[in-house]
């Protein structure tokens, strides 16, 4: 239970700055590049609830933009 916040508390900030960004970039691009990031991270650091904030994060946020975002 203890390692589900740590999670949780790098999606909802991974969410809410892509929801800022997508005004300047177009959100495809944002989901590839936090897809590669996330991937990345995960493969080569220590810090696993960062990556799979991100990895998370990235995706609820790609449906999140595909379904109710601006594009």
Not at 31 to 44: E, H, I, R
């Amino acid at each position: 239970m203890q390692k589900i916040w740590p999670v949780a508390l790098r999606t909802v900030i991974v969410m809410a700055i892509f929801g800022g960004l997508q005004f300047l970039i177009y959100y495809p691009f944002l989901v590839g590049g936090g897809l590669l990031a996330g991937g990345f991270m995960f493969k080569t650091s220590d810090d696993r609830p960062l990556a799979l904030g991100l990895l998370i994060g990235t995706i609820l946020f790609g449906l999140w933009a595909y379904f109710y975002g601006t594009a």
